[in-house]
């Protein structure tokens, strides 16, 4: 066995798969030997790690390493560099910067903070001095492109703001799990939350999955529900059917916690004020039926405790007339709106038999406390309303907010994002220059074509590879490129977007760096380098400092990357206390956290409120309307949606599928991270196997394909010429193909992101969106006072559309250039 001379704690490199791994790192003569899950304090059993934590031993090791700061001597995307040093780069990066601030103003830079794939992501050190720059210089932030933010959305519109419930992996767990759209089991989330389900599997918890196409998860599932892509909204109309015909519902849930028995003005969509209705009644308070049609009053909680209905015994499908005009409950109305949505015609929208929709209603019901445990897989323009619907049917059955039956965002953290440590301690600088902005694709678009708008000159890439993983490619290389004055990249190896860049800024890996995050199982964790930085890599925070001197604001970046870790933890916990653990690891008592303390244990269990109290909801902060959770919506009834609802788009739109007759599925690998993995030589041999398009066998012979021949995968946006798989699993009326392979994959072709429809741009607009977002941004920017820069600007967008795209798979149609 190898002597390891040195352990340390470190983010997994992978970090964007959300399980937010810490691994225990081995040194061995100066070089990573090896890299193991760590244990946490405490008796959960959390924190496992994967494959990838494990080959994340290997990145920094990688061939494609970038070891020196490299400047561009070809065009952009040629991959031409030369090795500069780092004072020269440096020097002409900030006289850029200067010289964009002074003839377009500073807001003329703009920062990528796309932080799913950076380790520590939104809580990294990197993030918050992305802020503190953005702020102390006055620059912009870039809106990155709308993904896995559907949910978000759906559950934004139901409860005011954010997830409805548990972002962790809770404690317990009732008696069934549905996850709905996504692939965890081993997959998108390999370690702990797929130990969590098979735990829970074996304890008899029943799995039921509901997705487009066999996968991992389903193969492991109690009960596999396929459903024709995109259309989850009808399901989930379909079993709130099942559960209002039959009874179903939990009734006292949702008069408890819903507006299900507001009374809504029928001719108006809008609930009923109880000041028109009631005397005496303040304009804030609204209005409920009993029985006998007698009105009560019910006022609006204002953020405190629900004080109920009074004297009222509200019933929950009252209509009453008052002046001519008739009010009705959200239940009744729901209960009539889901009338046409019977089992059968939820069928013929979904593919799912009848039978079964009533089988899994029913069964979740009678297995409350039940969770549905909803991942991305819903990547359709119309996921705000799909998530909205299966909120709806959760709300119906009563199993939201409650142990062992709620909804689901799983992760391992997210919990802390509330208790956790305050990152505005660095984010915002003393004497910011201005209040920074975050831009939209539209607004950079506009401003180039036209000259008196904000120019976005200066792109500082300082996360993400958005030319490898941001959909229409094309939108960036000929649209947004060509009018940008510099174009930096600060990357651990060369990526897409590494290529595209003038300048790439070689960045230490985790494993290079100090760091704290206050994230998995609610954990506050010390890292510190386990390596030296290979060639001239340097920490971001140290590239923010020297470019900060030379343009002004080194007031702002005076901190070493160790020195802002003190500040984080001593200043961003102040006044947080960890338990305290014996040597079985159970509690005896409670400690403040420091960072001293934190230095010496490196992993504190932070003593937090508990997420899901009993009561369920005191957590949430319902900004609806009514102050409560609401499947009816006033806003956008206006829009003719007041319930989510089974929305059109491109893909079931039979007349664009004459033309392009197939969904374009562009998957994420199992053995790659977006992009990340794709540079480990294993990892690779695996996937590459799998490279090019795959169709069920009948679609092949419709088209007198064979499996291996080279195809011509073709839209309107391009052609993507790539080997053909024949696979069963793949559904008739799917192109399947898998992305991260970078652009050299494919020579004098397109990439698959060619294929694809830019998001943030009005080809992505949604009716939903556009009634909903100005809601949103009211809410967060005016009622929070969140600054602009650090909300969601979605806009009229949908906040989700990877996987509405259609295409053809065609025999090839001429040898030589397809792109
Ligand atoms: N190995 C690996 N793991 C990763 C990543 C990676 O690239 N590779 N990426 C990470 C990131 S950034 C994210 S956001 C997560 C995403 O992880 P997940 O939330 O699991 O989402 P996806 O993998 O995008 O979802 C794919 C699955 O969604 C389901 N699905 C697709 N369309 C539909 C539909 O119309 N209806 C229903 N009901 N289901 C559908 C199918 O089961 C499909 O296998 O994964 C993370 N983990
Ligand atoms: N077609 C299609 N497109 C998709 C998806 C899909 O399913 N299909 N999924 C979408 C989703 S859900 C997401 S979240 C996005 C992900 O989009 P990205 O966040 O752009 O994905 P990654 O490839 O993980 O990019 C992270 C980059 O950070 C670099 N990196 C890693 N560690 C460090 C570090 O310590 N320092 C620095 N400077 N760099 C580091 C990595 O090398 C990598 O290039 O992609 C989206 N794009
Ligand atoms: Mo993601």
Not at 18 to 31: A, P
Not at 106 to 115: A, D, E, K, V
Not at 341 to 349: F, I, L, Y
Not at 368 to 397: D, E, F, H, K, M
Request: hydrophobic letters at 35%; proline letters at 5%; one cysteine or more.
């Amino acid at each position: 066995m190898a002597s390891t001379e040195k352990v340390t704690y470190n983010l997994c490199q992978g970090w964007g798969c959300h399980e937010h791994c810490l691994v225990e790192t081995h040194v061995k003569d100066g070089k990573i030997d090896r890299v193991q899950k760590c244990l946490f304090p405490g008796k959960r059993p959390a924190n496992d790690i994967c494959m990838k934590g494990i080959l994340s031993a290997k990145i920094p090791y990688a061939k494609d390493r970038i070891l020196h700061p490299l400047k561009r001597v070809g065009e952009r995307g040629e991959g031409k560099f030369e090795e500069i040093s780092w004072d020269q780069a440096l020097d002409e990066i900030s006289a850029k910067i200067k010289e964009s601030a002074e003839k377009y103003g500073p807001r003329s830079i703009m920062l990528n903070q796309f932080w799913c794939g950076y380790p520590g992501d939104w809580k990294s050190t990197q993030n918050d001095l992305i802020y503190r720059f953005a702020f102390a210089y006055d620059a912009s932030i870039l809106e990155y492109q709308a993904v896995d933010y559907g949910l978000t959305f759906g559950t934004a519109v139901v409860n005011g703001l954010f997830t409805v419930n548990s972002r962790r992996l809770p404690d317990d767990t009732g008696k069934e799990i549905i996850i709905w759209g996504g692939n965890p089991l081993g997959f998108t989330r390999p370690a702990a939350s797929t130990h969590f389900l098979l735990d829970a599997q074996e304890r008899g918890v029943k799995i039921v999955h509901i997705s487009n196409l066999f996968d991992v998860t389903s193969a492991r599932a109690d009960q596999w529900v396929p459903v024709k892509s995109g259309t989850d909204a009808a399901l989930a109309l379909g079993m709130c059917n099942v559960l209002l015909e039959e009874g179903l519902y939990n009734a006292d849930f949702l008069l408890e916690k819903t507006s299900a028995a507001y009374l809504v003005n029928t001719e108006t969509g809008a609930y009923a004020r109880a000041a028109s209705l009631i005397e005496g009644a303040s304009e804030n308070d609204f209005a409920a039926a009993d029985e006998q049609g007698k009105l009560g009053v019910v006022p609006h909680p204002m953020g405190q405790p629900f004080a109920g209905y009074g004297d009222l015994k509200p019933d929950l499908f009252a209509s009453v007339e008052v002046n001519g005009v008739v009010y009705k409950t959200t239940m009744l109305l729901l209960k009539e709106f889901c009338q046409q949505w019977t089992p059968e015609k939820q069928e013929a929208a979904t593919g799912v038999p009848a039978e079964t929709c009533r089988q899994v209603a029913r069964e979740y019901v009678a297995n409350s406390p039940a969770i549905i445990y909803l991942y991305y897989g819903l990547r359709y323009p119309n996921a705000v309303q799909s998530n909205r619907a299966i909120l709806t049917l959760a709300l119906l059955a009563g199993n939201v907010g409650k142990k062992g039956g709620t909804i689901m965002l799983a992760g391992q953290g997210e919990q802390t994002t509330m208790f956790g440590m305050d990152q505005n301690v660095v984010r915002m600088p003393p004497n910011p220059r201005g209040m920074s902005e975050r831009v939209t694709i539209e607004t950079i678009l506009e401003g180039f074509e036209d000259p008196t708008k904000q120019q976005h000159k200066v792109w500082l890439n300082c996360m993400g590879n958005p030319l490898l993983n941001w959909p229409n490619k094309d939108l960036w290389r000929r649209r947004i490129l060509p009018n940008l004055d510099l174009f930096v990249s600060w990357e651990i190896r060369m990526t897409d977007t590494a290529r595209y860049a003038d300048y790439v800024l070689p960045e230490t890996t985790t494993f290079e760096r100090y760091e704290t995050v206050c994230d998995t199982d609610n954990c506050v964790m010390y890292c510190e380098p386990a390596i030296e930085p290979l060639g001239e890599a340097k920490s971001g925070t140290w590239i923010f400092n020297e470019i900060a001197k030379r343009i002004g604001i080194e007031d702002d970046f005076s901190l070493s990357a160790e020195e802002w870790q003190q500040v984080r933890i001593d200043e961003g916990m102040k006044g947080k206390n960890a338990i305290v653990f014996d040597d079985e690891q159970n509690a005896i008592g409670s400690e403040p956290i420091t960072f001293d303390k934190l230095k010496e244990k490196k992993v504190m269990r932070v003593e937090m409120p508990p997420y899901i109290p009993e009561d369920g909801l005191s957590m949430d902060m319902h900004t609806t309307t009514t102050g409560r959770f609401e499947f009816y919506s006033e806003l956008l009834y206006n829009v003719g949606r007041p319930f989510g609802d089974l929305e059109p788009m491109e893909m079931l739109d039979e007349k664009k599928r004459e033309e392009y007759p197939l969904q374009f599925y562009v998957g994420r690998h199992k053995y790659f991270m977006q992009g990340q993995f794709t540079n480990i030589e294993e990892n690779h041999l695996l996937a590459s196997k799998q490279f090019g398009v795959a169709l069920n066998p009948i679609e092949a012979e419709k088209r007198g394909l064979v499996d291996g021949e080279l195809v011509d995968v073709v839209n309107e946006r391009g052609t993507m010429r790539v080997p053909l798989q024949l696979r069963d699993d793949i559904p008739v009326g799917m192109a399947h193909t898998w992305y991260s392979f970078d652009e050299k994959h494919y020579p004098g072709t397109c990439c698959p992101q060619d294929l694809m429809h830019a998001e943030n741009t009005p080809e992505r607009e949604t009716a939903v969106m556009r009634a909903y977002y100005p809601s949103y941004a009211y809410i967060n920017i005016e009622v929070l006072k969140t600054p602009q820069v650090m909300t969601h600007v979605a806009g009229p967008y949908t906040p989700e559309g990877l996987w509405d795209q259609l295409c053809d798979v065609r025999k090839i149609s001429n040898e030589g250039e397809v792109a």
